[in-house]
């Protein structure tokens, strides 16, 4: 790809840190279109993008993609799981697959927000003024928040975790409350976060283990065959665990 492309990531202050994952920053200047993808994560992203309105972006099922070209930015604010969930009036499920304008579930002050990142001149300056609009707004989270939160950041780091069942007893519920739990805070259910989880696992181990049978993979990973784990990590990654290993290789 001729051109470049700058990518950052910078994690929030302390006042924000219950709430916010991280912010993100994506500058290109391209002579030819690129195909981009990123893996989905049960997480909502506020996105700013030069020449257009900012938007709220709900947890996404899919993998996104989308086109690069000629020049432009994205600035994102990364939510942490289930903490967005404070600010929108109803259950996450209604928010999962869409972006609703920023002004939805911020109002009209959403709009001078909107000016002061798309006006400022570094990274640091968008940070710093959305920190200070979002300090003002963020209600703290309740003890169910946190403890979903908690739980969605867990399945992500242990890797033991395969099953909704293992996850329910973690925090002393029955797999009926935590599907609504889920539903009611983050927008998925913890069937689709484990599964997610799980193959962004399965992708990491394919790079640094390029000799690891897929069989026993797919074993560690919970799965009863390698045909359904095949069918799973071709629809997430967009590439067959073999052609997949190849390529990164």
Same mark, same amino acid.
């Given at each position: 790809?001729?051109?470049?492309?700058?990518?950052?990531?910078?994690?929030?202050?302390?006042?924000?840190?219950?709430?916010?994952?991280?912010?993100?920053?994506?500058?290109?200047? =391209?002579?030819? +279109?690129?195909?981009?993808?990123? *893996?989905?994560?049960?997480? %909502?992203? /506020?996105?700013?993008?030069? !020449?257009? @309105?900012?938007?709220?972006?709900?947890v996404?099922?899919?993998?996104?993609?989308?086109?690069?070209?000629?020049?432009?930015?994205?600035?994102?604010i990364?939510?942490?799981?289930?903490?967005?969930? =404070?600010?929108? +009036?109803?259950?996450?499920?209604? *928010?999962?697959?869409?972006? %609703?304008? /920023?002004a939805?579930?911020? !109002?009209? @002050?959403?709009?001078?927000?909107?000016?002061?990142?798309?006006?400022a001149?570094?990274?640091?300056?968008?940070?710093?003024?959305?920190?200070?609009?979002?300090?003002?707004?963020?209600?703290?989270?309740?003890?169910?928040?946190?403890?979903?939160?908690? *739980?969605?950041e867990?399945?992500?780091?242990?890797?033991?975790?395969?099953?909704?069942?293992?996850?329910?007893?973690?925090?002393?519920?029955?797999v009926?409350a935590?599907?609504?739990?889920?539903?009611?805070?983050?927008?998925?259910?913890?069937?689709?976060?484990?599964?997610?989880?799980?193959?962004?696992?399965?992708?990491?181990?394919?790079?640094?283990?390029p000799?690891?049978?897929?069989?026993?993979?797919?074993?560690?990973?919970?799965?009863?065959?390698?045909?359904?784990?095949?069918?799973?990590?071709?629809?997430?990654?967009?590439?067959t665990?073999?052609?997949?290993?190849?390529?990164?290789?």
């Amino acid at each position: 790809m001729a051109g470049s492309v700058e990518h950052r990531r910078v994690g929030p202050s302390p006042a924000l840190a219950e709430h916010i994952a991280h912010f993100w920053w994506v500058r290109w200047d =391209v002579e030819t +279109p690129s195909k981009v993808s990123t *893996l989905p994560h049960p997480c %909502v992203h /506020l996105l700013f993008e030069s !020449g257009r @309105s900012g938007v709220v972006h709900g947890v996404s099922e899919e993998r996104f993609e989308r086109s690069l070209e000629g020049s432009g930015f994205v600035f994102g604010i990364k939510f942490r799981p289930a903490a967005f969930s =404070v600010l929108w +009036p109803a259950a996450m499920r209604s *928010l999962s697959n869409r972006s %609703v304008p /920023l002004a939805t579930v911020f !109002g009209p @002050s959403a709009g001078a927000w909107e000016r002061d990142v798309q006006r400022a001149d570094s990274l640091e300056a968008r940070i710093t003024r959305s920190e200070t609009f979002l300090e003002r707004r963020l209600p703290a989270l309740s003890a169910e928040v946190i403890l979903v939160r908690e *739980l969605v950041e867990r399945l992500e780091r242990d890797h033991s975790l395969c099953r909704v069942e293992q996850a329910a007893a973690t925090v002393g519920l029955d797999v009926r409350a935590l599907q609504r739990l889920f539903r009611l805070h983050v927008g998925v259910t913890p069937k689709w976060v484990l599964r997610r989880y799980r193959l962004h696992e399965a992708a990491e181990r394919l790079t640094t283990s390029p000799k690891l049978s897929l069989a026993r993979l797919a074993a560690d990973l919970g799965y009863a065959d390698q045909a359904h784990f095949t069918r799973d990590f071709t629809a997430t990654i967009g590439r067959t665990p073999g052609s997949f290993r190849a390529h990164e290789r």
